[in-house]
């Protein structure tokens, strides 16, 4: 059986994904158009660099997520954590343009993929995540 944190981790994170898809979905006109302001980019095309994009933003930590909570693979959980932390560190969170929706909506993402994140260094979490199986049930 799961530990309670690694339940509490599958709820936020996948929530995280959701959220993140329909921020896309709000977004990517905008995106689209940023894209194309940039001449090299604008000749392969705007909507599917955008939506390419997308999808390995929305596919990678999807995998991870799937080894983390249903195969406790402690390498994913690793590799989740450099990619959040790459993330936070080249993440926008300025909101000097005022508050929009897909702004807001980034910054809910990221605070739930952080608390996600922090609740696999919980003890059963570790524990189970190590293949400690005694220890968390």
Do not use: C, H
Not at 4 to 17: E, N, P, Y
């Amino acid at each position: 059986m799961r530990p309670q944190s690694i339940v509490l981790f599958d709820r936020l994170f996948l929530a995280s994904l959701v959220l993140a898809l329909i921020n896309a979905v709000l977004a990517y006109s905008t995106l689209v158009e940023e894209v194309e302001a940039d001449p090299a980019l604008a000749q392969i095309g705007g909507g599917p660099i955008v939506l390419g994009v997308v999808l390995a933003s929305l596919l990678i930590p999807l995998v991870l997520w799937y080894f983390i909570a249903r195969r406790a693979s402690n390498i994913a959980k690793w590799l989740l954590v450099a990619l959040v932390a790459i993330g936070l560190f080249f993440g926008n969170f300025s909101f000097s343009e005022g508050f929009s929706l897909p702004a807001v909506l980034g910054l809910v993402v990221t605070l739930l993929q952080v608390v996600a994140i922090v609740l696999l260094f919980r003890a059963d979490a570790r524990a189970w995540l190590e293949g400690d199986t005694a220890a968390s049930e």
